[in-house]
């Protein structure tokens, strides 16, 4: 893929550009470099923005119009920013300085429009150095001028640039806002040039949004890719019209990238089979070849011809990849282009190790490090570079202060040779802080691992102990439930069989003596004292029943309920509506007992302290769930008052809990309670 910018002035060309067009050709198989592909296209594209260009001034003449104030003030303003500029690329720092030292000068002398563009090279300066906070302060500041001023292309190209510091730092939602406000001013102002290239230059962000920004946007995948095609192909039309053959051949080569990259599940949404897409590829990196032939770029030949390569060894044709790598290599090489016989050493060393032959593989894999160290060791003289034009712009500065040139050429090159020097012991001092920060980093990242490990191998441990403790604690109360029930069945069996007979008995033989008596006052006492055994037989009875209800184990819950309120209604001071919803299947026994004594200790509350005349109680079964709703119209109460006295109220929680369900109480004075309780529905068979 490749990308166009513009600025205010048309034809505009950016140094990084290439290096742009090199880090896509491992685009085809190495997804990792995706990420670092949306951020050096959007580098590329604010250094195009802002900077190129420049005329062939040398910097003396440059200077010496810039010091020459019997000239306009606007023509010393552009010697000074097209001075800023050339140092843009080797001393950022001293762009700085003279763009700085022009602003002034357009600030004294209330030169608005000088005033934006030299803001606009100072915030250059600093996306240069990585201060990007300061660079987009002053692009800012460019804009607030330029809105004032009313000067639309202009503001164009503020909002490009600071788009493409937002779309650097992987804010690509936002930088895609401002690209398309600056292509609707451009569509204003009817500058075909820069629509063309705006509009190839947002089908690119489109195609580079990740999927977060896409739904901060509110795009789907399938329309990311859409609009990236529809931004590109509106934007090949322009440059077709307008005879602008380079952006056509630009045009091309996005399209070749974006079919190549695009997964199998896109593929549908433009009509081609997955196993097609390389075709399409293919299709528009070739024409993207003959333009760029019939142009005499012979570095772009190389490039595309590298990416043509690549296609074909996704395709698996290692033979024509294989041919267009040497014709990507010769051309390369032809022009010491460095990068792309980097890139094409890569590209044999893929094709021959996909074709089984390991020693050639290697070979190139070989020539590709060395090339790769041999770039790494080019910036380092780049670095050199620097210095050296350092030294230049300083001996032009002496001799325009200093008669005696040679003398201070001498003590300049001494001075250049020694920063040079300090800047490579500079760079060996950060390389070894730098391996020791790392170190630290990682030992530091080992032992907080080591500790995380431990802190939760000794969170699970007393996990583990907390889950025994409450097993056993359910256990406990579980045989404790089951001992007070079977003391209680006990009981209840020996009052009823044991007791109960006895008076039997006694009542059998009162009745047999009162027959016996002639004397009717005796035979009336006798008489009273068989009613009495009646009494305590009918309140043994009771007990017993309320200690272990036969109907409860014979029949269940529901049956024993029904039976235990049919007695508690027919007192008649309390009527109690009992209703249930699927409870066909019975409860294990545990359950029903624990049950029926909640449901006896609620009915003692409502019949006791509420002074209610009517309640309801329901049973009702969600599918493995039950719920049980107990409500009377009695005076109610308030829970933290209860403190001490409320023991039937804990009794309920407890069998409650022991169940593994929870209970709710809904209560105020003089409005009545509501008790809910929810829990699992165990059947017998649970």
């Known amino acids: 893929m490749w990308l166009i910018f513009t600025d205010v ?10 290096n742009f067009c090199k880090l896509l050709s491992y685009s085809y198989e190495e997804p990792a470099m995706l990420k670092k592909l949306s951020h050096c296209l959007l ?37 000074i920013n097209d001075q800023a500029r050339f140092y843009l690329n080797v001393l950022p720092d001293s762009s700085e300085l003279f763009a700085k030292e022009g602003l002034k000068l357009a600030q004294d ?40 001023l009313g000067d639309k292309p202009g503001i164009a190209a503020s909002l490009n640039n600071i ?30 040039y820069v629509i063309a290239n705006t509009l190839g230059n947002i089908g690119i962000i489109y195609h580079e949004l990740h999927d977060t920004a896409c739904a901060r946007i509110k795009i789907s995948q399938k329309q990311k890719y859409l609009l990236a095609m529809d931004y590109t192909l509106r934007g090949m039309k322009v440059a077709q019209a307008e005879g602008d053959s380079s952006g056509v051949a630009i045009s091309y080569g996005n399209l070749g990238g974006f079919y190549s990259g695009m997964p199998d599940s896109i593929c549908r949404y433009f009509n081609i089979a997955p196993s097609e897409k390389y075709t399409k590829a293919l299709e528009y990196q070739t024409k993207c070849l003959q333009l760029k032939e019939g142009m005499g770029h012979t570095q772009d030949v190389a490039f595309t011809l590298s990416n043509i390569g690549n296609l074909y060894l996704s395709t698996k044709e290692y033979k024509k990849a294989l041919d267009f790598a040497n014709k990507s290599f010769r051309l390369a090489k032809e022009v010491e282009d460095v990068d792309t016989e980097r890139d094409v050493q ?18 190139h894999y070989e020539l590709y490090a060395v090339l790769r160290d041999s770039i790494f060791r080019e910036e380092n003289k780049q670095e050199i570079t620097r210095m050296e034009m350092k030294y230049l712009y300083d001996k032009k500065a002496a001799q325009d202060s200093v008669r005696n040139a040679d003398e201070q050429l001498v003590k300049d090159a001494e001075i250049a040779m020694r920063d040079s020097e300090l800047k490579e012991e500079r760079s060996r001092l950060y390389n070894i802080i730098g391996l020791a920060l790392f170190l630290l980093v990682t030992v530091t990242l ?42 209680r069945k006990r009981i209840a069996v020996e009052l009823h069989d044991g007791l109960g007979g006895l008076l039997s008995t006694v009542k059998l033989n009162l009745d047999t003596y009162s027959n016996r008596l002639k004397n009717e006052q005796d035979k009336a006492d006798v008489l009273k004292s068989v009613a009495l055994v009646d009494e305590v037989c009918a309140d043994l009875r009771t007990i ?13 819950l529901v049956s024993a309920t029904k039976d235990y309120l049919e007695k508690v209604n027919a007192s008649g001071s309390l009527k109690i509506h009992f209703e249930t919803y699927d409870m066909e299947e019975r409860l294990n026994e545990i359950t029903e007992i624990a049950l029926f004594r909640v449901l006896q200790e609620a009915t003692n509350n409502i019949i006791k302290h509420a ?18 709703m107990i409500e009377d119209n009695g005076s109610g109460f308030d829970r933290k008052k209860t403190g001490a006295s409320g023991m039937g109220l804990k009794s309920i929680e407890s069998r409650v809990s022991y169940l593994g369900g929870k209970v709710i109480f809904d209560s105020q004075p003089g409005r009545g309670t509501s008790i809910i309780i929810e829990l699992p529905y165990k059947t017998g068979l649970n």
């Open 9 to 18: 002035e048309k034809g505009y060309t950016c140094p990084y550009y290439h």
């Open 43 to 79: 580098l590329s594209f604010v250094l195009l923005l802002i900077t190129g260009g420049l005329n062939a001034q040398n910097n003396d003449s440059l200077l010496s119009v810039y010091h020459n104030k019997t000239l306009p003030d606007s023509t010393r303003l552009k010697a």
């Open 109 to 148: 002398s209330k030169q608005k429009k000088w005033e934006s563009r030299l803001l606009n090279t100072i915030g250059l300066s600093f996306f240069y150095r990585g201060n990007y906070p300061a660079s987009l302060d002053y692009y800012f500041r460019s804009l607030k001028i330029r809105e004032e």
């Open 163 to 192: 788009g493409g510091v937002y779309g650097y730092l992987s804010e690509n939602a936002r930088a895609l806002d401002y690209y398309l406000r600056a292509l609707k001013i451009a569509e204003e102002v009817k500058d075909k």
């Open 346 to 363: 890569l590209l044999f060393y893929k094709t021959y190790k996909a074709m089984g032959e390991p020693a050639k593989a290697l070979t």
């Open 446 to 487: 080992v032992l907080n691992q080591r500790r995380s490990n431990q802190k939760r191998k000794s969170l699970e441990e007393k996990q583990v102990l907390l889950k025994k403790i409450n097993h056993h604690q359910e256990e406990l109360f579980n045989a404790l439930l089951s001992g007070q029930e079977e003391e």
């Open 544 to 556: 017993s029943h309320n200690m272990m209800p036969g109907v409860l184990v014979k029949l269940g």
């Open 611 to 628: 002074k209610a005349t009517k309640a309801g109680i329901q049973f009702i079964r969600h599918d493995a769930s039950l719920t049980i």
